[in-house]
């Protein structure tokens, strides 16, 4: 089984790589679990840049045709029967990296048929979307932001066999506050959610990669 780690956080060694390297390690649990680990951002590559190619009539393709760096990603993408997507949320939203990403995946699988939206994935995958973000729980409900999980959601939920969403709040920015200027985070309070609440959501996201590479197991196992 192929398990595939997408890194799309900018920093090394830091909360998403980390959160994701503890999923990756979830999914490796599985003794028949092959697995790899790709950071996006030492790749030089562009989103969708809305060439069609992929929706060419009579001959579309589940596979984007922009030949740049990121294609051997996604020709390895689409044979993984687990992915792992980690991103940073940045503006409410993933990563530019990571949506670039996303867009070139998972236009050529999107089929827009006169009976409607489908999907035209090259098979089942399973996913997980593991979310690092510095906002509290509170604070981003309270502001409205959970938009961001949920337009993502609503492609991955048509694209992908099955998917989780894991979001690590209050992240630690920095291991020292006081040369930034990041004065509305309380330095304390921030090590303290490193020490003690990313340490859960760390095992958190073992669960996940677990439970995600055990369902893509249970996919393949003939009847
Ligand atoms: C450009 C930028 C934008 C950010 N925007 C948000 C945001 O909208 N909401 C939030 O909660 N945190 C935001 N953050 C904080 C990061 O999401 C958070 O620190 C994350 O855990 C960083 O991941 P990393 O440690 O892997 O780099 C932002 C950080 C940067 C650098």
Redesign the pocket.
């Known amino acids: 089984m192929k398990v595939l780690a997408i890194n799309g956080?900018?920093?090394r060694h830091?909360?998403?790589?980390?959160i994701l390297e503890h999923a990756l390690a979830g999914a490796a649990q599985l003794p028949d679990a092959r697995t790899q680990s790709v950071r996006l951002y030492p790749m030089n590559y562009s989103g969708c840049i809305g060439c069609y190619a992929c929706k060419q009539r009579g001959k579309p393709s589940a596979l984007c045709r922009l030949e740049d760096p990121l294609l051997p990603l996604l020709e390895i993408a689409q044979e993984a029967d687990v992915l792992l997507i980690?991103t940073?949320?940045?503006?409410?939203?993933e990563?530019a990296g990571t949506r670039a990403f996303i867009e070139r995946l998972l236009y050529p699988w999107s089929a827009f048929r006169a009976g409607g939206y489908g999907t035209r994935r090259p098979k089942a995958m399973t996913a997980g979307l593991l979310?690092?973000?510095?906002?509290t729980e509170e604070?981003?409900s309270a502001h409205g932001?959970k938009h961001f999980k949920d337009s993502t959601e609503q492609f991955f939920s048509l694209h992908f066999s099955h998917h989780e969403l894991l979001l690590?709040?209050e992240?630690?920015?920095t291991t020292s506050y006081d040369k930034l200027e990041l004065d509305s985070f309380d330095p304390e309070a921030r090590q303290k959610a490193r020490a003690e609440r990313f340490v859960k959501d760390c095992k958190r996201a073992e669960a996940l990669g677990t439970a995600l590479a055990l369902r893509a197991k249970a996919a393949q196992s003939p009847m």
Request: cysteine-free; aromatic content about 20%.
């Open positions: 956080s900018p920093r830091w909360n998403t790589e980390t980690g940073p949320v940045y503006f409410f939203t990563s979310y690092t973000l510095a906002g604070s981003v932001h690590a709040y992240s630690l920015h």
